[in-house]
């Protein structure tokens, strides 16, 4: 294998593409379109699979000068991805949220009602409509 070090003129580019896909999903991500979302994994996964076999352990990475352009480069995909994965997360959370609010169960389970003067209401068992 060549010698990785005095840095790979393909390796960059490759990153900037990446750093495009990225900002791709974050937009397919905003615009909750997940079609498009799903059609930028496969070349995603690519361009990570090129970056792999094109550069150098992480320990010669930071000791040389020739791939500092590219190492800021990966810090702004990683922190994408990051911002992506928090995104993804958060909707994940909301759909959970609205399943167990979907849940079969008693009428008042899990449901916190507060009265006028904001504190928490207080439902009693045995009076209710089964009572009447």
Not at 42 to 61: F, I, S, W
């Amino acid at each position: 294998m060549a010698e990785p070090i005095p840095g790979n003129p393909q390796a960059l580019p490759l990153a900037q593409d990446l750093e495009r896909v990225l900002e791709m999903e974050f937009k397919a991500l905003q615009e909750q379109n997940l079609e498009n979302f799903d059609s930028l994994q496969p070349g995603k996964a690519e361009l990570l699979a090129a970056l792999t076999a094109l550069c150098p352990p992480a320990d010669q990475l930071q000791e040389s000068p020739h791939w500092a352009d590219f190492i800021d480069c990966m810090r702004r995909c990683r922190d994408a991805h990051q911002r992506n994965a928090l995104i993804i997360e958060r909707k994940l959370d909301a759909i959970r949220g609205a399943l167990q609010s979907l849940q079969v169960g008693t009428v008042t389970s899990g449901v916190e009602v507060y009265d006028k003067l904001g504190k928490l209401a207080r439902f009693s068992k045995a009076k209710g409509y089964r009572d009447a």
